[in-house]
């Protein structure tokens, strides 16, 4: 992101004759010289997300609860022992069943929502799946998003990577300057965006049988405002 760079640099202000001198503390504070730059730095920082969402679908129709409740039972039983195989903890798993008449037959439906954090694993899971088990399961396309840690991370990194930006700066002023920078007197964030490519993150859209979904990108952005002061040359050295 190209933003307009702010610059600020404070010189000695010059001596006051006597008159000003009677202004009291007042004028004395007005007299010392003030060393310091003040610059802006901007810093843009992005990533992929960092989670994923999978439901995997069950469907039995039999002429008893019992038969639909037993089929369903067993599909579902093989899908939970497939999802801790591959990582999966319950925690990260939710199971939702619903059983309805249709004509002469009762009909189940199950719906089994999973949370990856390895994408791997989630690919090897899904092969797992529809290879063993019959029509009756079907594995949808994963929905990925940015968990909340993810995004508070990419806040924090673009922030940090804007006070750096602007240090950076203000050494090379200081440099041309023929000053040396000192210490930090004052930062302060002046804006901050954040944005995500949701054309990806709709999920599947783009994607094919031979090729895996995009991941979504999130973007984080950060302007700051940093003032340092220069170090005074007068000081004797050590």
Request: aromatic residues 4%; contains cysteine; charged residues 25%.
């Amino acid at each position: 992101m190209n933003a307009p760079g702010r610059v600020f640099a404070a010189v000695p202000a010059a001596e006051t004759d006597g008159k000003d001198k009677q202004r009291g503390q007042e004028v004395a504070c007005l007299n010392k010289p003030v060393r310091e730059v003040q610059v802006t730095g901007v810093a843009e920082v992005s990533c992929p997300a960092d989670r994923a969402w999978l439901l995997v679908s069950v469907t039995s129709t039999k002429e008893s609860i019992n038969e639909v409740t037993n089929s369903i039972s067993r599909r579902l039983d093989y899908i939970s022992q497939t999802v801790r195989q591959h990582g999966v903890s319950e925690e990260h798993t939710t199971v939702r069943q619903t059983l309805r008449r249709h004509a002469e037959a009762y009909v189940m439906d199950a719906e089994v929502l999973v949370t990856f954090s390895e994408f791997k694993k989630m690919e090897q899971m899904c092969r797992v799946l529809l290879e063993k088990l019959d029509k009756s399961v079907q594995v949808g396309t994963p929905r990925f998003f940015h968990s909340a840690a993810c995004l508070s991370e990419l806040r924090l990194r673009a922030s940090v990577s804007a006070v750096e930006n602007a240090q950076q700066k203000a050494s090379k002023i200081a440099q041309l300057l023929g000053e040396s920078l000192g210490a930090t007197l004052l930062v302060r964030e002046e804006e901050t965006k954040e944005w995500r490519n949701e054309e990806e993150a709709a999920g599947g859209e783009r994607s094919s049988p031979h090729l895996p979904p995009l991941l979504p990108t999130a973007t984080a952005s950060s302007q700051v405002s940093v003032s340092f002061s220069f170090r005074d040359k007068s000081r004797k050295k050590l």
